[in-house]
């Protein structure tokens, strides 16, 4: 079992680039959550899918952001244009049911830093 | 909104020493879980729990689920340095789902040799 793979482990851009995160999840998991870590707000739901249908997104903090699951074994999480404050960890996650006896897989993120 | 406040934020112990840690909600919560995120790494869930009144073991790791259902500890007993991470109170108070999951900010773990 590869775990959750995320990429790239670090993106260092300049502010109004484009950046996207990837992410695969672990097969057979039908659920997948981005997450974005920061010391001020801690660790804070984006959005979350099922089968790859985006079920919730109102953790998504603009419209600059977006995330698309095309298929059951890759996301991506996008940000144009970025802006310094996006500077974070971002976690993808995955669990096989969306019920909370099902455990969260966490990836090992993609450090963001936008200049 | 709901909020998760978890104390300390920090903790400098000596190996060996046990730890306690905690978390408080402002709201009654349906579960508990305790997840450890070591350098570098995402969150690795620990224990959970489910029940209020609720006491699980994991290792040298310890959980109860407070009888109020507003709060939580975990305690690490004879600490050693790889118990070095971020430690993360996570809960919720409404529906199964992982969705309505919220994080504690975290008790960051030193332990000196």
């Known amino acids: 079992d590869a775990g959750v793979i995320q990429s790239p482990r670090h993106e260092v851009t300049e502010m109004g680039q484009e950046v996207t995160l990837r992410c695969k999840p672990i097969s057979g998991h039908d659920y997948l959550f981005w997450y974005r870590q920061t010391m001020m707000r801690g660790l804070e739901l984006l959005i979350y899918?099922?089968?790859?249908?985006?079920?919730?997104d109102s953790g998504m903090p603009e419209d600059r952001f977006s995330a698309k699951m095309p298929n059951a074994s890759f996301s991506t999480l996008k940000i144009q244009p970025s802006e310094p404050r996006d500077s974070a960890v971002y976690f993808c996650?995955?669990?096989?049911?969306?019920?909370?006896?099902?455990?969260?897989?966490f990836g090992n993120g993609t450090r963001l830093t936008v200049t | 909104g709901q909020q998760l406040n978890q104390s300390p934020q920090s903790m400098f112990i000596q190996e060996g020493e046990d730890v306690s840690m905690n978390c408080t909600s402002s709201s009654i919560f349906n579960t508990w879980l305790w997840y450890k995120q070591d350098p570098g790494e995402g969150p690795v869930l620990l224990i959970a729990?489910?029940?209020?009144?609720e006491l699980t073991s994991n290792g040298r790791l310890t959980a109860q689920f407070g009888i109020t259902r507003k709060d939580s500890f975990l305690n690490i007993s004879a600490s050693i340095p790889s118990d070095v991470g971020i430690y993360f109170c996570a809960g919720q108070s409404r529906g199964g789902s992982q969705g309505n999951l919220i994080f504690g900010k975290g008790t960051k773990l030193s332990v000196k040799p």
């Open positions: 729990l489910y029940k209020a009144g």
């Open positions: 996650a995955s669990s096989l049911t969306g019920f909370l006896r099902s455990p969260l897989h």
């Open positions: 899918f099922n089968n790859n249908v985006p079920i919730d």
